[in-house]
């Protein structure tokens, strides 16, 4: 039976081109549309780089099984089954796998010398046909959905893309090398320095408290060069801002899952808001093969036309974001792509913003970062703390940072790429996990820049405490991995990046692990100013004591401006009494830092999960 199916495959001739009916009448004459809805569709299509059929499907007009039934009559090609009769896997080796990625494309059955191969896009089947004529065969097309050949390219191949997504990035500049070996030398000497303070403890209270000293001005300096870039460029007339382009791109969204079970009917809610054409955009869920939980989950969810799932195939055991979307990277085809997180609520325009900002764009600017913000900040004290502290950082320091041309720190979600140059830098660090800030650190050091864009993005503010310490210590471990890896050659990095970024480097890396990692020695000279004896007493001269406490005053006048900014609008001014009491946020982020460092020796690689969907979402996003 199968064997008289393939020869019907077999024997089935394509119509030519001339002699086609157009997609659009087939669909008419089949009752699938209305002459009303082809009208619209080509309409649409005007400005909508995207086929017909696609258009359809994303206006809710039709199914993509209606559409691949006209196609099979408009082309007179059989539709393969991919699922019920898998391709044979022995003929997926005449050609790389990048091969019948970038085609989309596989082979599927030889009957004698034919081979069958499927495609969901005949119109570029020539270029197959031309790319595989070296071969013995005879090149004959066969219809299957892209999700069909994508799961059968992913089934073929399944070792060597799960391979791939965890080498990407060059050995160079990556910390999978961050081996139990090379670690026991950084380990023996920080087990020998503390050893030496202990035995010279004045010596050791000394250059801790140099280096908390330095580690606080850096920061501070750092902040403080933000937030006069971003008050000077308020103060700029900005420009009327252009109109989305003509032609619009395609898009493709991706969204890491892992053990969500409260959390996607609420996602798909949020997705359905965004109002770019669903025909240009492709929401890819990404979770791991083993994660029964999110898969239980999603499979209650009716999914739109235009969101897929992919899952990771498990491998070495490593199980992190990075590594997944690196998977996923492979079969996102838009132009641009960019990344949500599981808890995201993206204002309904966004992508809008960030096509019409590309299109101004000069061609250096390969990523654009996103504001995040919190849709949660009334649950309690830590959830507005949270809320103040991302405002001051995502919406003044980060915005004078990127404006002065320094390295910018991504976020873990709402940036946004030129896909082809996030390929070219390799995606993502598999084994980093603040693989965002590295990345940040990677295109800068590739020639190109990074810039924020108008936009906002949502997510549930982390209010409990212990998950607040788990989350912030996965940060600061990131921060270490990615600080080390890039400092390996620091004469390399000056080079590639110059002097102002690298000093731009070294004050938000080094700044932001001291200042938890040395809080208490700046504790202790808190004895001293309430006039109580201290073991920093024998170190601090008279001018040294008043010249911290000016550092401190200066810094803390700092942050109490930024955050007074940060929530001067109209939706956040209710936050600002509590900006004072910032100063009591922090010190629970010195757990964080020494669980980081901790695991920084012991588990480098381990993602410490946050626990999404437990709050209720107060603020909408607009």
Request: hydrophobic fraction near 45%; aromatic fraction near 10%; include cysteine.
């Amino acid at each position: 039976m199968v064997e008289h199916s393939l020869q019907q495959f077999a024997r089935a001739a394509p119509i030519s081109n001339r002699s086609r009916k157009p997609l659009g009448t087939c669909l008419v004459e089949r009752g699938c549309i209305t002459t009303a809805q082809l009208e619209m569709a080509l309409h649409l299509q005007s400005r909508q780089q995207a086929p017909l059929g696609e258009i359809l499907v994303g206006e809710g007009w039709i199914s993509r099984q209606e559409v691949m039934d006209a196609l099979s009559e408009q082309t007179n090609l059989q539709i393969a089954d991919l699922k019920d009769t898998p391709p044979s896997p022995t003929l997926c080796d005449i050609k790389p796998v990048e091969f019948w990625l970038k085609h989309n494309v596989i082979p599927w059955q030889r009957i004698g010398p034919i081979l069958l191969i499927a495609t969901a896009d005949p119109n570029r089947f020539a270029a197959v046909r031309a790319a595989l004529s070296h071969t013995e065969h005879t090149i004959a097309p066969v219809l299957a959905s892209t999700s069909q050949i994508d799961h059968a390219i992913a089934s073929a191949f399944s070792d060597t893309l799960a391979k791939g997504a965890e080498t990407r990035v060059d050995k160079n500049q990556s910390c999978r090398s961050w081996t139990p070996t090379k670690r026991a030398g950084p380990i023996a000497a920080l087990a020998g320095l503390l050893f030496f303070f202990t035995a010279f403890p004045l010596v050791g209270l000394a250059a801790l408290l140099t280096t908390a000293t330095i580690s606080l001005l850096l920061f501070m300096v750092l902040r403080i060069a933000g937030l006069v870039s971003y008050l000077v460029r308020c103060r700029q007339v900005c420009p009327t801002p252009e109109p989305v382009p003509l032609r619009l791109p395609r898009v493709s969204m991706m969204v890491p899952l892992y053990k969500e079970r409260e959390i996607a009917g609420a996602l798909i809610k949020r997705l359905q808001r965004l109002t770019y054409p669903k025909a240009l955009l492709e929401v890819t869920l990404v979770l791991e093969a083993s994660d029964e939980v999110t898969r239980t989950t999603l499979s209650r969810v009716d999914l739109p036309s235009w969101i897929r799932t992919v899952e990771v195939p498990e491998l070495n055991g490593l199980t992190t974001k990075p590594r997944a979307m690196n998977y996923a990277l492979d079969f996102c085809r838009g132009d641009i792509l960019g990344v949500w997180d599981a808890e995201d609520a993206p204002q309904p325009d966004q992508i809008e913003r960030v096509v019409r900002h590309f299109a101004q764009a000069d061609e250096d600017v390969v990523c654009l970062q996103g504001v995040l913000d919190y849709y949660n900040p009334r649950t309690n004290w830590r959830s507005r703390c949270f809320t103040i502290e991302y405002n001051s950082w995502f919406r003044i320091i980060l915005q004078g940072i990127a404006h002065l041309g320094l390295v910018v720190p991504l976020g873990g979600t709402t940036f946004f790429f030129r896909r082809d140059k996030l390929l070219e830098l390799g995606g993502w660090d598999a084994h980093n996990v603040t693989e965002d800030a590295d990345l940040g650190v990677r295109l800068s050091r590739a020639g190109y820049r990074t810039e924020m864009v108008d936009t906002t993005t949502y997510e549930e503010a982390n209010f409990r405490a212990w998950p607040w310490v788990k989350q912030r210590s996965r940060w600061l471990k990131g921060f270490m991995v990615t600080y080390l890896v890039h400092m390996r050659a620091p004469r390399r990095l000056i080079s590639d990046i110059g002097l102002k970024r690298f000093l731009g480097v070294q004050a938000f890396f080094l700044g932001t692990i001291g200042q938890f990692l040395l809080a208490p020695v700046l504790w202790l000279f808190w004895l001293a100013t309430l006039g109580l004896p201290g073991p920093l007493d024998p170190l601090l001269s008279d001018w040294a004591f008043y010249a911290l406490i000016s550092l401190f005053l200066v810094a803390e006048i700092t942050n109490l401006i930024v955050g007074m900014l940060a929530v001067a609008a109209q939706e956040r001014r209710f936050l600002m009494p509590w900006v004072p009491t910032m100063p009591l946020y922090f010190p629970l982020g010195v757990l964080a830092a020494y669980k980081a460092l901790w695991e920084l020796a012991s588990n480098p690689f381990f993602w410490d999960k946050t626990q999404h969907g437990q709050a209720r979402e107060e603020v909408q996003p607009h």
